[in-house]
Protein backbone atom coordinates (compact mmCIF):
# COMPACT_ATOMS: atom_id res chain seq x y z
CA UNK A 1 0.00 0.00 0.00
CA UNK A 2 1.18 3.27 -0.84
CA UNK A 3 2.18 5.96 2.33
CA UNK A 4 -0.28 8.13 2.58
CA UNK A 5 2.46 10.88 3.46
CA UNK A 6 4.01 10.62 -0.02
CA UNK A 7 1.01 10.28 -2.70
CA UNK A 8 1.40 11.65 -6.18
CA UNK A 9 0.71 14.88 -6.14
CA UNK A 10 -2.91 15.74 -6.15
CA UNK A 11 -3.98 19.46 -6.27
CA UNK A 12 -6.57 20.95 -3.47
CA UNK A 13 -8.24 23.83 -3.63
CA UNK A 14 -8.01 26.71 -0.60
CA UNK A 15 -11.29 28.38 -0.64
CA UNK A 16 -10.61 31.33 1.54
CA UNK A 17 -12.64 33.72 3.39
CA UNK A 18 -16.05 32.58 2.99
CA UNK A 19 -18.51 34.29 5.43
CA UNK A 20 -20.39 32.19 7.55
CA UNK A 21 -22.32 34.89 9.27
CA UNK A 22 -24.36 37.57 8.17
CA UNK A 23 -25.06 40.63 10.87
CA UNK A 24 -22.77 41.48 13.52
CA UNK A 25 -20.51 43.03 10.96
CA UNK A 26 -19.40 39.51 9.75
CA UNK A 27 -19.15 40.64 6.18
CA UNK A 28 -16.72 43.29 7.36
CA UNK A 29 -15.44 41.46 10.15
CA UNK A 30 -12.73 38.50 9.64
CA UNK A 31 -13.50 36.57 12.74
CA UNK A 32 -16.46 34.87 11.12
CA UNK A 33 -14.60 34.20 7.68
CA UNK A 34 -13.42 30.22 7.32
CA UNK A 35 -11.24 28.51 4.84
CA UNK A 36 -11.94 25.32 3.21
CA UNK A 37 -9.48 22.87 1.48
CA UNK A 38 -10.90 20.54 -0.62
CA UNK A 39 -9.28 17.88 -2.40
CA UNK A 40 -9.69 18.47 -6.39
CA UNK A 41 -9.20 14.41 -7.70
CA UNK A 42 -10.57 12.85 -4.11
CA UNK A 43 -8.89 9.10 -3.94
CA UNK A 44 -12.52 8.06 -2.82
CA UNK A 45 -15.92 7.54 -4.60
CA UNK A 46 -18.66 10.16 -3.19
CA UNK A 47 -18.57 13.12 -0.82
CA UNK A 48 -15.02 13.62 1.57
CA UNK A 49 -14.98 13.09 5.44
CA UNK A 50 -15.22 16.95 7.26
CA UNK A 51 -12.56 17.52 9.21
CA UNK A 52 -12.28 20.51 11.44
CA UNK A 53 -9.13 22.17 12.77
CA UNK A 54 -9.77 24.18 15.65
CA UNK A 55 -6.90 26.76 15.90
CA UNK A 56 -5.31 28.14 19.55
CA UNK A 57 -4.12 31.53 20.53
CA UNK A 58 -5.18 31.76 24.10
CA UNK A 59 -8.53 32.52 22.57
CA UNK A 60 -7.39 36.23 21.93
CA UNK A 61 -4.40 35.93 18.93
CA UNK A 62 -4.24 34.45 15.87
CA UNK A 63 -5.93 33.61 12.44
CA UNK A 64 -6.36 30.70 10.06
CA UNK A 65 -3.68 32.44 7.94
CA UNK A 66 -1.58 30.75 10.16
CA UNK A 67 -2.25 27.14 8.84
CA UNK A 68 -2.83 27.19 5.41
CA UNK A 69 0.52 24.38 5.24
CA UNK A 70 -1.17 22.49 7.35
CA UNK A 71 -4.82 22.17 5.42
CA UNK A 72 -3.16 22.02 2.23
CA UNK A 73 -1.26 19.45 3.62
CA UNK A 74 -3.71 17.28 5.91
CA UNK A 75 -6.73 17.72 3.42
CA UNK A 76 -4.23 15.59 0.51
CA UNK A 77 -2.93 13.58 3.18
CA UNK A 78 -5.92 12.37 4.67
CA UNK A 79 -8.44 12.44 1.27
CA UNK A 80 -10.80 15.11 3.14
CA UNK A 81 -12.25 18.12 3.02
CA UNK A 82 -10.39 20.47 6.11
CA UNK A 83 -12.34 23.57 7.92
CA UNK A 84 -10.97 26.15 9.51
CA UNK A 85 -12.50 28.42 10.87
CA UNK A 86 -11.77 32.15 12.56
CA UNK A 87 -13.86 32.65 15.69
CA UNK A 88 -14.59 35.95 17.57
CA UNK A 89 -11.50 37.04 20.18
CA UNK A 90 -11.62 38.17 23.90
CA UNK A 91 -9.77 41.95 23.56
CA UNK A 92 -7.29 41.88 26.11
CA UNK A 93 -9.02 44.48 28.59
CA UNK A 94 -11.81 44.36 31.46
CA UNK A 95 -14.79 43.58 30.59
CA UNK A 96 -14.04 41.95 27.57
CA UNK A 97 -17.20 42.04 25.83
CA UNK A 98 -16.49 39.09 24.07
CA UNK A 99 -16.10 36.36 26.88
CA UNK A 100 -16.59 32.64 26.56
CA UNK A 101 -18.64 30.92 25.23
CA UNK A 102 -18.40 33.12 22.03
CA UNK A 103 -15.29 31.05 21.08
CA UNK A 104 -17.13 28.10 20.77
CA UNK A 105 -20.58 28.94 19.22
CA UNK A 106 -18.85 30.84 16.50
CA UNK A 107 -16.80 27.44 15.66
CA UNK A 108 -20.13 25.48 16.26
CA UNK A 109 -21.69 27.82 13.87
CA UNK A 110 -18.77 27.70 11.27
CA UNK A 111 -19.20 24.03 11.19
CA UNK A 112 -22.58 24.00 10.87
CA UNK A 113 -22.64 26.17 7.93
CA UNK A 114 -20.82 23.89 6.01
CA UNK A 115 -23.03 20.65 7.02
CA UNK A 116 -25.83 23.02 5.60
CA UNK A 117 -23.88 23.71 2.19
CA UNK A 118 -22.50 19.80 2.00
CA UNK A 119 -23.42 19.12 -1.60
CA UNK A 120 -21.84 22.15 -2.34
CA UNK A 121 -18.55 21.35 -0.60
CA UNK A 122 -18.53 17.67 -1.13
CA UNK A 123 -19.02 16.81 2.01
CA UNK A 124 -20.06 13.55 4.17
CA UNK A 125 -22.36 15.19 6.94
CA UNK A 126 -21.99 11.49 8.39
CA UNK A 127 -18.12 11.85 8.91
CA UNK A 128 -17.06 14.83 11.01
CA UNK A 129 -13.83 14.97 13.23
CA UNK A 130 -12.53 17.53 15.23
CA UNK A 131 -8.90 18.60 15.77
CA UNK A 132 -8.16 20.70 18.25
CA UNK A 133 -4.88 22.81 19.17
CA UNK A 134 -4.42 24.63 22.60
CA UNK A 135 -7.63 26.86 23.12
CA UNK A 136 -8.67 24.77 20.00
CA UNK A 137 -8.66 21.38 22.09
CA UNK A 138 -10.63 23.44 24.66
CA UNK A 139 -13.53 23.65 22.07
CA UNK A 140 -12.97 20.49 21.00
CA UNK A 141 -13.80 18.86 24.39
CA UNK A 142 -17.10 21.40 24.83
CA UNK A 143 -18.56 20.31 21.53
CA UNK A 144 -17.94 16.30 22.24
CA UNK A 145 -19.34 16.88 25.84
CA UNK A 146 -22.01 19.22 25.48
CA UNK A 147 -23.14 19.49 22.04
CA UNK A 148 -27.03 19.70 22.73
CA UNK A 149 -26.13 23.10 24.15
CA UNK A 150 -23.88 24.99 21.79
CA UNK A 151 -24.66 23.26 18.59
CA UNK A 152 -28.23 24.74 19.72
CA UNK A 153 -26.76 27.89 20.63
CA UNK A 154 -24.95 27.82 17.10
CA UNK A 155 -28.45 27.21 15.22
CA UNK A 156 -29.53 29.81 16.54
CA UNK A 157 -27.17 32.34 15.46
CA UNK A 158 -27.60 31.07 11.57
CA UNK A 159 -31.33 31.83 12.26
CA UNK A 160 -31.02 35.09 13.53
CA UNK A 161 -28.55 35.61 10.79
CA UNK A 162 -31.12 34.58 7.76
CA UNK A 163 -34.20 36.91 9.49
CA UNK A 164 -31.55 39.43 9.07
CA UNK A 165 -30.65 39.29 5.75
CA UNK A 166 -32.00 36.76 2.88
CA UNK A 167 -28.65 37.20 0.80
CA UNK A 168 -26.36 36.24 2.20
CA UNK A 169 -24.68 32.52 1.66
CA UNK A 170 -24.97 31.86 5.32
CA UNK A 171 -28.79 32.18 5.54
CA UNK A 172 -29.75 29.51 3.43
CA UNK A 173 -32.14 27.28 5.13
CA UNK A 174 -30.44 24.07 7.16
CA UNK A 175 -30.38 21.03 5.37
CA UNK A 176 -29.46 19.11 8.68
CA UNK A 177 -31.15 20.44 12.21
CA UNK A 178 -29.88 17.16 14.16
CA UNK A 179 -26.27 17.11 15.90
CA UNK A 180 -23.32 17.12 13.41
CA UNK A 181 -22.24 13.63 13.32
CA UNK A 182 -18.78 13.63 15.23
CA UNK A 183 -16.74 10.23 14.85
CA UNK A 184 -13.59 11.29 16.29
CA UNK A 185 -11.55 13.85 17.76
CA UNK A 186 -8.14 14.96 18.38
CA UNK A 187 -6.82 17.42 20.83
CA UNK A 188 -3.06 18.81 20.79
CA UNK A 189 -1.93 19.99 23.55
CA UNK A 190 -5.23 21.08 24.71
CA UNK A 191 -6.40 23.13 27.76
CA UNK A 192 -9.25 21.23 29.54
CA UNK A 193 -9.45 22.18 33.09
CA UNK A 194 -9.19 26.19 33.31
CA UNK A 195 -8.68 26.04 37.36
CA UNK A 196 -5.92 23.60 37.19
CA UNK A 197 -4.00 25.86 33.90
CA UNK A 198 -4.80 28.84 36.78
CA UNK A 199 -3.38 27.37 39.43
CA UNK A 200 -0.03 26.02 37.37
CA UNK A 201 0.84 29.01 35.85
CA UNK A 202 -0.49 31.95 37.69
CA UNK A 203 0.37 34.77 35.35
CA UNK A 204 -2.23 33.08 32.89
CA UNK A 205 -4.73 34.83 34.54
CA UNK A 206 -3.63 38.53 33.61
CA UNK A 207 -2.45 37.48 30.30
CA UNK A 208 -6.04 35.67 28.53
CA UNK A 209 -8.05 33.82 30.91
CA UNK A 210 -9.19 37.16 32.54
CA UNK A 211 -10.73 38.28 29.51
CA UNK A 212 -11.92 35.23 27.44
CA UNK A 213 -13.74 33.78 30.59
CA UNK A 214 -14.06 36.90 33.36
CA UNK A 215 -12.58 37.31 36.10
CA UNK A 216 -11.26 34.44 38.13
CA UNK A 217 -14.19 32.60 39.76
CA UNK A 218 -13.88 28.69 40.76
CA UNK A 219 -16.97 27.63 39.94
CA UNK A 220 -17.31 29.68 36.45
CA UNK A 221 -14.16 28.50 35.46
CA UNK A 222 -15.12 24.66 36.35
CA UNK A 223 -18.21 24.96 34.64
CA UNK A 224 -16.05 25.71 31.47
CA UNK A 225 -13.96 23.07 32.05
CA UNK A 226 -14.32 19.51 29.96
CA UNK A 227 -12.65 17.85 32.56
CA UNK A 228 -15.38 18.66 35.17
CA UNK A 229 -18.21 18.69 32.56
CA UNK A 230 -20.99 16.10 32.14
CA UNK A 231 -22.09 15.53 28.51
CA UNK A 232 -25.65 16.65 27.70
CA UNK A 233 -25.51 13.22 25.04
CA UNK A 234 -25.25 9.49 25.87
CA UNK A 235 -22.38 8.51 26.13
CA UNK A 236 -22.27 6.24 23.72
CA UNK A 237 -22.38 9.11 21.79
CA UNK A 238 -18.87 10.60 22.60
CA UNK A 239 -16.66 9.94 20.13
CA UNK A 240 -13.20 8.62 20.20
CA UNK A 241 -10.68 10.37 21.71
CA UNK A 242 -6.67 10.88 20.93
CA UNK A 243 -4.62 13.38 23.15
CA UNK A 244 -1.81 14.53 22.03
CA UNK A 245 0.83 16.04 24.22
CA UNK A 246 4.50 16.88 24.04
CA UNK A 247 6.33 16.23 27.18
CA UNK A 248 8.69 19.27 26.02
CA UNK A 249 5.31 21.58 26.17
CA UNK A 250 6.24 24.26 28.15
CA UNK A 251 3.39 26.23 27.82
CA UNK A 252 0.91 23.83 28.92
CA UNK A 253 1.66 21.00 30.91
CA UNK A 254 1.01 16.96 30.25
CA UNK A 255 -1.66 17.50 33.15
CA UNK A 256 -4.42 18.95 30.99
CA UNK A 257 -4.67 16.01 28.48
CA UNK A 258 -3.16 13.80 31.57
CA UNK A 259 -6.93 14.62 33.49
CA UNK A 260 -8.69 15.00 30.87
CA UNK A 261 -8.61 11.18 29.55
CA UNK A 262 -9.33 10.11 33.08
CA UNK A 263 -11.92 12.42 33.29
CA UNK A 264 -13.29 10.86 29.92
CA UNK A 265 -12.49 7.46 31.14
CA UNK A 266 -14.94 7.80 34.10
CA UNK A 267 -17.61 8.85 31.66
CA UNK A 268 -17.56 5.24 30.44
CA UNK A 269 -16.24 6.39 27.21
CA UNK A 270 -14.53 3.91 25.53
CA UNK A 271 -11.77 4.81 23.34
CA UNK A 272 -9.70 7.45 24.74
CA UNK A 273 -5.79 7.25 24.06
CA UNK A 274 -3.20 9.48 25.36
CA UNK A 275 0.04 9.48 22.91
CA UNK A 276 3.13 11.56 24.26
CA UNK A 277 5.54 10.76 21.27
CA UNK A 278 5.59 14.26 19.96
CA UNK A 279 8.58 15.81 21.07
CA UNK A 280 8.72 19.50 19.97
CA UNK A 281 7.18 22.23 22.03
CA UNK A 282 3.93 23.84 22.25
CA UNK A 283 3.48 25.20 19.10
CA UNK A 284 6.17 22.97 16.95
CA UNK A 285 4.60 19.88 15.59
CA UNK A 286 1.63 22.02 14.60
CA UNK A 287 3.59 24.88 12.47
CA UNK A 288 5.64 21.77 11.37
CA UNK A 289 2.85 20.22 9.08
CA UNK A 290 3.56 20.29 5.77
CA UNK A 291 7.09 22.81 6.20
CA UNK A 292 8.76 20.48 4.47
CA UNK A 293 10.14 17.94 7.23
CA UNK A 294 11.17 14.63 6.36
CA UNK A 295 9.31 12.52 9.06
CA UNK A 296 6.43 15.06 9.65
CA UNK A 297 5.52 12.75 12.97
CA UNK A 298 2.21 15.19 13.58
CA UNK A 299 0.80 14.46 10.45
CA UNK A 300 1.03 10.14 10.00
CA UNK A 301 -0.31 10.41 13.55
CA UNK A 302 -3.15 12.51 12.41
CA UNK A 303 -3.57 9.96 8.99
CA UNK A 304 -3.67 7.40 10.89
CA UNK A 305 -6.32 8.40 13.08
CA UNK A 306 -8.82 9.64 10.46
CA UNK A 307 -8.28 6.11 8.99
CA UNK A 308 -8.62 4.03 11.74
CA UNK A 309 -11.73 5.87 12.71
CA UNK A 310 -13.76 6.17 9.39
Same mark, same amino acid.
Given at each position: ???P???????????????????????????????????????????C???V??????W????????????MTL??????????????????????????P?????A??AI? $??L???K????????V????????????G????????Y????R?Q????????????????????????????????????????D?? $??????????F? $?????P????Q?S??????????????????L??????????RQ????????????????????????G?F????????????????????? $?????Q
Amino acid at each position: MADPLKPERRPVKRLQDVPYLCGMDALTSEEHLLDLYIPVEPLRKGPCPLVVYLKGGAWTDRSKEGHISLGMTLAEAADVVLLIPNYRLSPKKLPSGLEHPVHVVDAATAIL $FVLDHAKEYSVDPSQVFLIGHSAGGHMAGLLTLQPKHYFESARAQLRACRSESASCSAAVEPSIEALPQIRGAVGISGIYDLVAIDAD $FPSYRDMFLQFA $FGPFSPDAYRQASPTNMQPDVPVSSIPRWLLLHSPNDTLVNLRQSSDFQKHLQNLGVSQVRLDTSLSGGHFDDVLGVGAGEDEDQLLRILVD $FLLQVQ
